[in-house]
């Protein structure tokens, strides 16, 4: 069970270049988001999807575009990357319970993203 | 509204002492609040959570105290290790879908 994963790692951009972070889980589970998370200001919400075929705005939302074709994979797109873009970008999922657990997050090792 | 406060921003605390983080929250529709702790370089992961119907819940070294009237909470780490060097991140929900985070706490255990 990889539980969720996140490719790249690091990248490096130019201001303008587009590029998709992945994002993929192996534990059937309905939700997934996408965060960034900058110095101070904690986890920010960009996208969300409930499920294949629906996704949503979270907080922050503009620059990036999402889709959802599979329960699988969950990719963000970068559409034209800027400076203020510089951060790292954490995938989660999770599963509604009304258990223990209740709507605990997984969350992939992030990509350090960096647009000179 | 939505907004969860979390406080301090960074704490240093020598070994073997007891770490407090603080957070507190707004709406009253919340029913769920969870501790996240983020190791340098991972992702945040779950640590302990609790339910507005209990005030203490206990793991361990790990321990959530909540106020329910004065809408907070707080988690509190026993006989403090390097180990638990991390950032901490509290956080509320509604839904199994939304959940609103606190900025996060940088902890920091001198040996």
């Known amino acids: 069970n990889a539980g969720v994963t996140q490719t790249p790692k690091f990248q490096v951009l130019k201001t303008g270049q587009s590029m998709t972070l992945q994002c993929a889980q192996d534990m059937n589970h309905e939700y997934m988001s996408w965060y960034r998370q900058d110095p101070g200001m904690g986890l920010r919400l960009i996208h969300y999807?409930?499920?294949?075929?629906?996704?949503d705005q979270g907080e922050v939302p503009n620059g990036y575009n999402v889709s959802r074709s599979t329960t699988e994979d969950f990719p963000l797109r970068l559409l034209s990357a800027a400076p203020s873009q510089t951060s790292v970008y954490f995938c989660a999922s999770s599963s509604p319970s009304r258990g223990e657990s209740y709507n605990e997050q997984f969350f992939g090792p992030g990509t350090r993203l960096t647009v000179l | 509204q939505q907004q969860v406060k979390q406080s301090p921003q960074s704490l240093i605390v020598q070994k073997g002492g007891i770490s407090i983080i603080n957070c507190a929250y707004e709406n009253t529709a919340f029913d769920y609040f969870p501790w996240y702790q983020q190791f340098p370089g991972k992702g945040p992961a779950l640590l302990i959570a609790?339910?507005?119907d209990v005030s203490e819940k206990k793991e361990g070294r790990f321990t959530i105290s909540f106020n329910k009237s004065a809408k907070q909470f707080s988690l509190h780490i026993m006989d403090s290790q390097p180990g638990d060097s991390a950032t901490y991140f509290c956080a509320a929900s509604m839904a199994a879908h939304e959940i609103i985070w606190g900025a996060g706490t940088k902890l920091i255990i001198k040996p």
């Open positions: 609790i339910r507005p």
């Open positions: 999807s409930v499920g294949a075929g629906i996704t």
